[in-house]
């Protein structure tokens, strides 16, 4: 696998790819100006390439990798999507379908036939497995399969799963997307996006976009996602152990209506996880006895987690998530959890007695 150390060893050269802090270079070289690239993205972007399998491009967000992917549909396509998908997903499509750039066919993803039928003169079946904050699961083989059929290309956006455990290339996706924001750069600390795809074509029409629109990422941020993934296995093992375990506690808590977690048997999609995945990851949801306001109370009364939005980072992060304009669909008392790499009698201690200080709002 590529390593992300910026080129061959030489004796007493620095180990990490070197930060250029230029926009402008001199004439007639490889390079003309900061917008078309620089050395640290080339060094994330094999190694987000040789992790996924496919080519990789950095962009300024998560956010511009999906409108990237989605600007470069024609005028009127048919766009079919998860109806649980990430707000910011939905909130871009929304938008371009207001504008009449796109149509939009929001769907239950986790209902395969359902989905491909859908796709009956689809441009595009976007994905998302696990769901954001549902925690569905996508049958991605056979929905890429399904698809392909019908000539539908595919995008999965990976980015609660990770390439560690989960890699739609390999499963029929043609794109990947990434916020890096999240597991891959891993501390909460920079802003990113990143697209994968196998397909030259593709690759270099995304390559455009991103020139073109500017949606261009600071090389100082791409040298903190590249050393973020270096740590991406440790991270990542101590945090889905985390979450399994505080999955298996919070079902078993008086407090706790329902919990959403594919590592859990019960869990709708845990075989079809089981056998997609190589882990569950370390997000999940849950509910409370008595809904929102309790909910509230729960994220209002923690010390150690942190109740702030986003995900990824080394620290545990909750909130409610249906407070947010576009989640009216989120069950009220949902609590979504980034489970992080504290120890995990520490967080359930903060957990549990956060959920006695609510129970009498229950």
């Known amino acids: 696998m590529a390593s992300g150390r910026g080129g061959e060893a030489v004796a007493g050269s620095p180990i990490n790819v070197a930060v250029p802090l230029a926009s402008t270079y001199h004439a007639d ?14 060094a994330l ?8 399998g496919g080519r990789g491009l950095v962009f300024a967000s998560g956010l511009a990798a999906i409108a990237a992917v989605l600007e470069t549909l024609p005028v009127g396509a048919v766009v079919v999507a998860p109806e649980d998908a990430y707000l910011g997903t939905r909130g871009l499509l929304a938008d371009l379908a207001s504008r009449d750039r796109l149509r939009v066919r929001l769907v239950d993803i986790a209902d395969t036939p359902a989905t491909l039928a859908a796709c009956d003169g689809a441009d595009l079946l976007w994905c998302e497995s696990p769901t954001n904050p549902m925690m569905a699961i996508a049958d991605l083989g056979a929905l890429c399969g399904g698809a392909r059929a019908l000539g539908v290309p595919v995008v999965v ?15 029929g996706a043609d794109v990947v997307v990434h ?6 750069a891993g501390h909460s600390d920079l802003v990113m996006g990143a697209t994968v795809t ?24 791409a040298f903190l996602a590249l050393r973020g993934v270096r740590t991406l296995p440790v991270r990542l093992d101590r945090a889905q152990a985390n979450a399994a375990e505080l999955a298996r506690r919070l079902a078993a808590h008086p407090g706790v209506s329902r919990v959403r977690y594919p590592g859990q048997a019960d869990h709708p999609g845990h075989d ?14 849950f509910e409370v006895h008595g809904g929102a306001p309790v909910a509230d109370a729960v994220c209002g009364a923690v010390r150690l987690c942190v109740h702030a939005t986003s995900l990824g980072g080394v620290e545990t992060l909750l909130e409610r998530r249906h407070r947010w304009e576009g989640e009216e669909a989120t069950p009220p008392g949902l609590v979504r959890v980034s489970v992080g790499i504290e120890d995990v009698e520490d967080l359930w201690s903060d957990l549990e007695a956060a959920l006695g200080v609510a129970a009498g709002l229950g």
């Open 45 to 52: 972007e094999e190694v987000l390439g040789a992790l996924e």
């Open 272 to 285: 079809l996880a089981a056998r997609q995945m190589d882990g569950f990851g370390a997000m999940l949801s």
């Open 198 to 221: 196998a397909d030259p074509d593709r690759w270099e029409a995304l390559r455009q976009h991103r020139s073109l629109h500017g949606a261009v990422a600071g090389p100082l941020e």
């Open 29 to 42: 070289g490889a390079r003309s100006y900061g917008r078309e690239g620089n050395a640290v993205w080339d």
């Open 157 to 171: 956006d990976n980015t609660f799963a990770t390439p560690l455990l989960q890699r739609p290339l390999e499963l």
């Open 179 to 184: 916020s890096v924001t999240k597991f891959l």
